[in-house]
């Protein structure tokens, strides 16, 4: 596991405040910090529950308990998060915008829950919709299996001399 410390370093590095030669200042190791537990959150409050939790990172020197394959996607996304902080005149370098989308995306669908469905049991036969949780849904159009009759004055009935309404009874 890392330190906040060693994951804000790599994406102070990426955005090129730290180097081998000249370290970011305290200041800057803060400001990160802020950053890195507000994105965490988010993803949280989002939806990404197996990778990510609701504890707060207090201090620099304190572990991130993460799961190591979580580790590149959170350090390539702080870094996208802290870009424009430190780096207003220029523009977010794409290669590292398209790895940090590409790593978040992968730790989204090892954590993310799969969405439930909004409407079940709501659309018609032939949806895809016959089967769910309790078994076979009630048809769409009921009594679909029953014969049609002609009724009284011709008129279609089913077979319990129901009168079927939208069906043209001249023809």
């Not at 030669?21 to 537990?37: G, M, Q, T, V």
């Not at 197996?50 to 707060?56: D, E, L, V, Y």
């Not at 979580?70 to 430190?86: D, G, P, Q, V, Y």
């Not at 780096?87 to 993310?112: C, H, Q, R, T, Y």
Request: glycine share 6%; proline share 5%.
């Amino acid at each position: 596991m890392s330190t906040a410390r060693e994951v804000i370093g790599v994406s102070l590095r990426d955005v090129g405040i730290a180097t081998k030669y000249k370290e970011a200042s305290d200041e800057d190791y803060n400001d990160c910090l802020r950053f890195l537990n507000g994105m965490l959150a988010m993803w949280y409050k989002l939806g990404l529950r197996q990778a990510i939790n609701t504890n707060t990172i207090d201090n620099l020197s304190d572990l991130v308990p993460y799961p190591e394959y979580a580790m590149r996607a959170i350090e390539k996304n702080l870094t996208i998060n802290i870009w424009s902080h430190f780096k207003l005149d220029s523009m977010i370098n794409p290669f590292l915008a398209n790895e940090a989308a590409v790593l978040k995306n992968e730790l989204w669908s090892v954590g993310a829950p799969n969405p439930s469905s909004i409407f079940p049991g709501t659309l018609p036969i032939g949806s895809g919709n016959e089967h769910y949780n309790t078994g076979y849904t009630t048809p769409f159009y009921p009594a679909f299996d029953d014969n049609i009759y002609a009724g009284v004055d011709n008129a279609l009935t089913n077979s319990a001399n129901v009168i079927l309404t939208g069906v043209n009874n001249d023809e």
